[in-house]
């Protein structure tokens, strides 16, 4: 072993090299001393293991150029999504509509009106963009948009009831992503929860008899990543909109994902619509943007002005507030919610919606297309897609995939080198075989599966 290590060369017998010495016309020398040393690390670990049995300079170069190649990738970069979770929340959640990519573009490489009025030629506000839009889609007098949901819910208990109490019931003290749960975002806003009823059960008399004077919110979190079922009981939005009227008090909703459309006429069950509950008479509601609304990460306040005014002084909106590249795709989106029938652009909406006979004849094509390949398997199969972000909990939909083998290789390396391509393709093991979900495919993406796929086989020319 002794000898083993005292035959690593140095770094810079390394840095002689004649391939190394290409490989510095084009890289940095630092980038390069960094990428010699994880690898000789990497070399002196396994001598320490028994796994090298002789030293080889030649692979060890070859190591540099590979690992000098492997930090010039890009961390976060674009995957082939085949785990058929629409809302993936590891994989970027939803992905916006073709139509933003012009604006997008537009906005990130040129200067922008995005706190400038050119009708009156002064400063303006950055949430114009999209607070007009908000009110006339919705019905409601103001609204504002911060950069996630758990964000649009501190802002809101920080200015409407820091040190005063906010009554919820205990069955809707959710955790929502990340381990954040909705105690610890009131803890952090100042205000002082106060909980009702029971984790099943709560009922209008909970509330009522729950109110003080030092009663300053009324707050319902609507369970939108996971359900209680059987012995429940629940108070409607429009009962809860009642009690705060009549002792005076404030009511506020979060919605968290955000859905602008019936999914009823789509045959999924009904979730709340921000319409419905705007409609019901609250006076704040929240959701996020990049759940099923479709559009970026942005947490999104709605309802009675004389509240968000109060939130748009806060200095906490200063901290919380979203840059110009979330205004202007949120405002793309808002805008195909006006003019289109969002169901037919947007990409969430559309997958969702994919009826089963589409994703059968998606599958089968992928399918004909794999079998081309020599050393490879594959059949379609039925599977169950999810909507995935914490939206829909119980409901899995019907879909359809391939499964895939290649000779040689085992489902779990055929997952892993699938995985860790430069344009890294995510699949499931379902029953011990690799399986794609084409409901979450992106047009492209088979071109990119299938020469993978020849690459894994060795069958590339």
Excluded: W
């Amino acid at each position: 072993m002794e000898d083993l290590y005292r035959k690593l060369p140095s770094v810079d017998e390394i840095l002689r090299e004649e391939k190394i010495n290409e490989v510095l016309k084009f890289n940095k020398r630092g980038v390069v001393k960094n990428c010699i040393r994880e690898v000789l690390e990497r070399y002196r670990e396994k001598i320490r293991r028994g796994e090298v049995k002789k030293i080889d300079i030649e692979k060890i170069l070859e190591d540099v150029v590979s690992q000098i190649e492997e930090k010039k990738k890009m961390s976060l970069r674009r995957v082939v999504n085949g785990t058929g979770i629409i809302l993936h929340t590891n994989l970027g959640r939803a992905l916006f509509p073709p139509q933003v990519k012009e604006h997008l573009l537009d906005i990130a490489f040129c200067y922008s009106t995005l706190e400038y009025d050119v009708e009156k030629g002064e400063r303006g506000s950055r949430y114009s963009h999209v607070e007009k839009l908000l009110c006339e889609l919705l019905d409601v007098e103001a609204a504002l948009v911060v950069n996630n949901n758990a964000a649009a819910v501190l802002l809101a208990l920080n200015t409407l009831a820091k040190g005063k109490e906010v009554i919820v019931s205990r069955g809707q003290l959710i955790e929502i992503g990340g381990s954040f749960r909705i105690p610890d975002v009131m803890l952090q806003s100042g205000a002082i929860l106060k909980e009702v009823g029971t984790t099943n059960k709560t009922y209008d008399f909970d509330y009522i008899n729950a109110i003080t004077e030092n009663t300053a919110l009324l707050l319902k979190v609507h369970t939108s990543n996971y359900r209680i079922v059987g012995f429940t009981h629940d108070i409607a939005t429009e009962e809860l909109v009642q009690i705060g009227r009549k002792y005076d008090i404030p009511t506020m909703e979060d919605l968290g994902s955000g859905v602008m459309v019936d999914l009823r006429e789509y045959g999924l069950p009904h979730e709340p619509t921000v319409q419905e509950v705007v409609k019901a008479g609250v006076d704040i509601v929240t959701f996020s943007g990049d759940k099923l609304l479709g559009g970026p990460q942005a947490g999104i306040i709605v309802g009675k002005k004389k509240y968000i005014d109060l939130m748009k002084k806060n200095p906490l909106t200063r901290a919380l507030r979203v840059d110009k590249l979330c205004l202007v795709s949120l405002e793309s989106v808002l805008r195909i919610y006006r003019d289109c029938n969002p169901v037919e652009v947007i990409p969430t909406l559309k997958m969702l919606t994919a009826k089963a006979s589409q994703l059968y004849e998606k599958a089968a094509i992928l399918n004909k297309l794999v079998l081309t390949i020599p050393k490879v398997k594959s059949r379609v199969v039925e599977i169950a897609s999810l909507s995935g972000g914490g939206s829909l909990p119980e409901e899995s939909l019907p879909s359809y995939g391939i499964t895939l083998e290649v000779e040689g290789f085992d489902a779990e390396d055929l997952e892993r080198r699938l995985r860790i391509r430069d344009i890294p393709i995510i699949t499931r093991i379902v029953d011990g075989v690799v399986t794609i979900d084409v409901r979450t495919l992106l047009e492209g993406d088979e071109e990119v599966i299938l020469h993978a796929l020849k690459e894994i086989a060795g069958v590339c020319q």
